[in-house]
């Protein structure tokens, strides 16, 4: 038995309906209409051209002499790899027996590291990570309210419009948590652990816009910085539920503040969003509608699969999403008419 397909990996794998043994180590590539469901290469797209749409958008801010969005967009991929592998494959880094076997992706069109990584989530960071920072950035909290402000009101967005998918994805078998995992799936809301929730869906893109917005146009490596040392952040807030490690109702508690927290601060920042005559690129007009349009199809035909908790926080997630994007219009109406 290979080491990097264990029992749990295994038990994980064969739920999803495919053996872990029988994979590619380096990439393999299948055709769309072989995937487990339709919804699968229906992600692939609306996420893989929505970091191109990421891309074309963050190299014409460059072009116009601002250096953000484009450091942002390989800061994202900087992080990715610095995160993923000792999730996929702790044992590689020794952390086999702290952590064990987290989750396992389904198959999707094209797959790297044992199937491990499908290309969907390598375009999933860039993409997510302009689609919080362009819409805030779109609102005028960055200018007004400074770097930290801007970073907690990202908090908010990526929450909201991140929860929206990772709710769902286990329900449509894009993959699959290791139930047996008490030391870092439980607690959990519905299918999804409270420590992805808050950490990898709020603070991890905080961190990162937050460090990338100080570093961009000072480094040249101001990706490389951010991408690595966001994970100090994501270890720093999760210090205080880690406290609590063995009981799963108060680390619950723990984590319940905390997300509290990130949407009363986000929220409130978002709400209150200052008028601004920034205008509104393409790419924080189309993309992030047509996200939520194309999750909420993905939703419909999966509803009631989800426990109540789960449907209800996913309900309050679209409806935080579309409140975003109303407060885009609400301040691009009142912003003053340029003289």
Excluded: K
Excluded at 34 to 56: D, K, Q, S, Y
Excluded at 90 to 100: H, K, R, S
Excluded at 129 to 137: G, N
Excluded at 206 to 216: E, G, P, Q, W
């Amino acid at each position: 038995m290979s080491a990097d397909c264990g029992p749990a990996a295994e038990a994980v794998t064969r739920g999803l309906g495919f053996d872990c043994h029988d994979v590619s180590p380096v990439i393999s590539v299948r055709f769309p209409w072989e995937l487990a469901n339709w919804t699968m290469p229906l992600l692939e797209v609306l996420v893989i051209g929505g970091a191109v749409f990421a891309l074309v958008h963050a190299i014409r801010r460059h072009r116009a002499g601002d250096p953000v969005n484009l450091a942002l967009w390989f800061a994202s991929l900087v992080y990715l790899f610095v995160i993923e592998p000792p999730l996929y494959f702790p044992e590689w880094f020794g952390l086999d027996q702290i952590y064990g076997f987290i989750f396992a992706h389904n198959r999707f069109t094209v797959q790297f590291m044992q199937d491990r990584l499908p290309l969907y989530i390598v375009a999933f960071y860039p993409m997510f990570s302009q689609l919080a920072y362009e819409t805030v950035r779109s609102l005028g909290v960055f200018r007004h309210r400074g770097p930290l402000l801007g970073s907690v009101a990202v908090a908010f967005v990526c929450q909201v419009f991140y929860e929206v998918f990772d709710q769902i994805g286990p329900q449509l078998r894009w993959w699959a948590w290791n139930p047996d995992n008490a030391m870092v799936n439980h607690p959990a809301l519905a299918s999804v652990p409270m420590t992805s929730m808050l950490l990898f869906a709020s603070v991890s893109m905080a961190a990162m816009t937050y460090l990338v917005v100080r570093l961009a146009g000072r480094s040249r490596l101001a990706p490389l910085l951010a991408g690595v040392l966001t994970p100090l952040a994501m270890v720093v807030f999760g210090i205080p539920s880690s406290l609590f490690r063995g009981d799963t109702t108060a680390q619950a508690w723990v984590l319940g503040v905390e997300l509290a927290l990130v949407w009363l601060a986000g929220g409130w920042l978002i709400a209150t969003a200052p008028a601004s005559d920034e205008p509104a690129s393409a790419f924080v007009r189309i993309y992030p509608v047509t996200y939520l349009g194309v999750l909420a199809v993905c939703w419909l035909s999966a509803f009631g699969g989800l426990p109540l908790a789960g449907n209800l926080y996913v309900l309050a997630c679209f409806l935080g999403a579309g409140l975003v994007l109303a407060a885009r219009n609400r301040v691009r109406n009142r912003a003053p008419a340029p003289a």
